[in-house]
């Protein structure tokens, strides 16, 4: 069996156990902190990050683009980069624009500020990143709203890898509080729906140590 | 013809730019720059960076990996993600590599400190943020040196994207002088050849206005 190196709160290894569960993969969870750049995690990975995956024969799989991509060609069932080549630039487009726009200027600001320097105890939040990625993310619901009013989902007519990178990503940045949902009624309806998945389950039970979710983090009518 | 959107010494653009010339795909070029945030470019591209692909009946592509990945799956000639479905994950986690960790260690700093606040005229370069870029593309370069004992490619025994992708990145930065080839045997061999492809060619005549090359730039034995 796969095992998938994470951490609760990891919006890219999130990514990946949603495409997993989507396509009935199993996998075990093997708990990594890359903020704490173990030797033997860098031997593995020399980028440090997750998540990383090692299959029972010590096969290894890193980044979650190059995973997702892996599991795309070899797993038929519920395709995510699916249709022509257009609409697969589209899907690859809208993943990139989560896992790293999103990322630089919402969830990975937030991370830091109110989850990793807190485990580490490197330092108080600094209260001016707090701000300024609450008011990132919602430019960003703006745009997910601009694109869910032309599209059922993401990138188009069916559920693809760009829903999954983005739901990753705002399910991380809901569990900090870092989402006002006020005015923002399409990117939350397409949420709820996401969150209504079987492959999102086990996502809503996950905690992270000394920092507890928002309290409407679990529920699927938010 | 596809139109590129790009500026000369941007790593991204110059990766799509090789990926064609392999492929033998034809385009022209429209100068763009990104800092500037132009309303008509970000109205084409939310995420505002370059390169932009656009056809003459309007298809856009966005993302020089969305690129990549569209044309590898267009234009058969050349395959540069190629091989089994382990092969292909290797050659995306590395291509990943050079997109994100060479250019925010390396690439990115010197381009902001060398070229853009030249051109923008906005403030002198940074004396720090140029040495520890200039400390990082050593570290880099051990990685590649590292990678190349190994392989004949970065990627595995063929030619692949990733080949393209460092390719483009290190190109930039030994435009701008931050490479000292010294100690590099390995990734300095592999870049000559690379450099005598014609795919390489139109790269090693570009010049960006303000700041020239360095004097061993366009040699393909430096």
Redesign the interface.
Known sequence: MWQLHQFPLCPFSRKVRLLLGEKGVGYELVRESPWVRRDEFLHLN??GQTPVMVDADQ?V???S???A??FE??VEKSATINGT??Q???I??LT??FD??FYQDVTGPLLQERAIKRISQSAPPDGRVLRESMKAAVGHLD?TDYLLDHRNWMAGATLSLADLAAAAQISVVDYLGGIDWKGHEQTARWYRGLKSRPSFRPLLSERMEVIGPAPHYANVDF
Chains 1, 2 share one sequence.
């Open positions: 020399p980028a096969t799989l890193i980044d683009q190059a995973i991509e892996y060609e070899t080549a257009l697969r630039a589209e690859r487009r990139t624009w790293t726009q745009y």
